[in-house]
T-cell receptor
Framework: NAGVTQTPKFQVLKTGQSMTLQCAQDMNHNSMYWYRQDPGMGLRLIYYSASEGTTDKGEVPNGYNVSRLNKREFSLRLESAAPSQTSVYFC?????????????????FGDGTRLSIL | DAKTTQPNSMESNEEEPVHLPCNHSTISGTDYIHWYRQLPSQGPEYVIHGLTSNVNNRMASLAIAEDRKSSTLILHRATLRDAAVYYC?????????????FGTGTRLQVTL
């Protein structure tokens, strides 16, 4: 039972390079999320996808793009990496995003991608 | 989401109960109280949630004040594996967007 799988687990980039972080969930969840976590801080929402075919900006979307490839997969792309994007990135999924059921649904997280940009 | 306030850190001895407090004085009637924890080098893990009544599950208990302005996560017998950062989060379920907003949480240290 894999849950939420993120690849890669570690990555080092040079400033200006691009890369895509992959996330897949096997729980048939409708909603998926991308967060970043900087040292000593809580998680901050980058983008989310309430359902297949929709994506929306979160708290810190600048410098990122996302693609909800299908119901299982939600990728995060850095087009031109900057040192300020050095962070740990977490993907999560949940059954329902909003409404009475949404507030009642836990999010399930992957183990993160540790990204360093030099 | 409404704001929550938690102590930065707490310590506990192994096999003793731990009470992790959370203040949420601006909670609205449609907010659920959720708790997550994050073990070192892992993603957050759902622990428990509740609305008005106290809740129990295999991991913990959640005690909610009658006025809902505060809550307490109770670990009945702390183990070394419970050492983590614990986040108290309010989630609106009124029909609008229901995102998780993480604060800095409480870092729980468990000692022998």
């Amino acid at each position: 039972n894999a849950g939420v799988t993120q690849t890669p687990k570690f990555q080092v980039l040079k400033t200006g390079q691009s890369m895509t972080l992959q996330c897949a969930q096997d729980m048939n969840h409708n909603s998926m999320y991308w967060y970043r976590q900087d040292p000593g801080m809580g998680l901050r929402l980058i983008y989310y996808s309430a359902s297949e075919g929709t994506t929306d900006k979160g708290e810190v979307p600048n410098g990122y793009n996302v693609s909800r490839l299908n119901k299982r997969e939600f990728s995060l792309r850095l087009e031109s990496a900057a040192p300020s994007q050095t962070s740990v990135y977490f993907c999560a999924s949940s059954d329902v995003f909003s409404g009475a059921r949404g507030g009642n649904q836990p999010q399930h997280f992957g183990d993160g991608t540790r990204l360093s940009i030099l | 989401d409404a704001k929550t306030t938690q102590p930065n850190s707490m310590e506990s001895n192994e096999e003793e109960p731990v009470h992790l407090p959370c203040n949420h004085s601006t909670i609205s009637g449609t907010d659920y109280i959720h708790w997550y924890r994050q073990l070192p080098s892992q993603g957050p893990e759902y622990v428990i949630h509740g609305l008005t009544s106290n809740v129990n599950n295999r991991m913990a208990s959640l005690a909610i004040a009658e006025d809902r302005k505060s809550s307490t996560l109770i670990l009945h017998r702390a183990t070394l594996r419970d050492a983590a950062v614990y986040y108290c989060i309010l989630r609106d379920h009124s029909g609008t967007a229901s995102k998780l907003t993480f604060g800095t949480g409480t870092r729980l240290q468990v000692t022998l």
